[in-house]
């Protein structure tokens, strides 16, 4: 019994020594992330439709739509067009077969007063800020392909043009 009691004893004593011993400590880490600024913009074609020289100008438009983070400023610029010899200015769209070019532009209103451009001359850019990427923010683009002389001796097939559009944030 004196054995027994003995060992009861010893085992009580380890377990206490164990419990006693076991100790714990803690600490922090901070979780960090950095939002970087972005854009994105996708465009839509401007279709004048079927001009008649002689009828008067057409007129049409079309909208970029371009999303950024939220608070990020941008600005909106357009190049004179892939045409030969077209600028900001007077931008030109490129017959598909021979060499006749068509006369037209951009504008940033309905008004038609200011070019839409780069910023060169006295043409404007558009600018605007983000509302979260998911949040697209729409620019206006306005066009005019004027019924002059130029155009009104124009060959009759399709013109083309390509506008870069840049946003820069």
Same mark, same amino acid.
């Given at each position: 019994?004196?054995?027994?009691?003995?060992?009861?004893?010893?085992?009580?004593?380890?377990?206490?020594?164990?419990?006693?011993? !076991?100790?714990?400590?803690? /600490?922090?880490?901070?979780?960090?992330?950095?939002?970087?600024?972005?854009?994105?913009?996708?465009?839509?074609?401007?279709?004048?439709? +079927?001009?008649?020289?002689?009828? =008067? !100008?057409?007129? =049409?438009?079309?909208?970029? %739509?371009?999303?950024?983070?939220?608070?990020?400023?941008?600005?909106?610029?357009?190049?004179?067009?892939?045409?030969?010899? =077209?600028?900001?200015?007077?931008?030109?769209?490129?017959?598909?077969?021979?060499?006749? /070019?068509? $006369?037209?532009?951009?504008?940033?209103?309905?008004?038609?007063? /200011?070019?839409?451009?780069?910023? %060169?001359?006295?043409?404007?850019?558009?600018?605007?800020?983000?509302?979260?990427?998911?949040?697209?923010?729409?620019?206006?683009?306005?066009? $005019?392909?004027?019924? +002059?002389? /130029? +155009?009104?001796?124009?060959?009759?097939?399709?013109? %083309?043009?390509?506008?870069?559009?840049?946003?820069?944030?």
């Amino acid at each position: 019994m004196r054995t027994i009691l003995s060992a009861a004893i010893a085992a009580a004593i380890l377990t206490a020594a164990g419990g006693a011993s !076991a100790a714990t400590t803690t /600490t922090t880490f901070a979780v960090t992330a950095t939002v970087q600024k972005t854009c994105s913009v996708s465009a839509n074609a401007l279709a004048f439709g +079927n001009y008649t020289p002689g009828a =008067g !100008a057409l007129t =049409g438009n079309t909208a970029l %739509s371009v999303k950024c983070t939220k608070t990020t400023p941008f600005t909106v610029a357009l190049n004179g067009g892939t045409t030969t010899a =077209g600028t900001v200015a007077q931008r030109l769209m490129a017959a598909a077969t021979g060499t006749d /070019t068509l $006369q037209y532009n951009l504008y940033t209103t309905a008004a038609l007063t /200011t070019v839409f451009g780069d910023g %060169s001359g006295t043409s404007a850019t558009v600018p605007g800020t983000g509302a979260g990427v998911s949040t697209a923010s729409t620019v206006n683009v306005y066009g $005019q392909l004027p019924d +002059n002389v /130029t +155009n009104q001796a124009a060959t009759p097939v399709n013109y %083309s043009d390509t506008i870069t559009v840049t946003v820069t944030y």
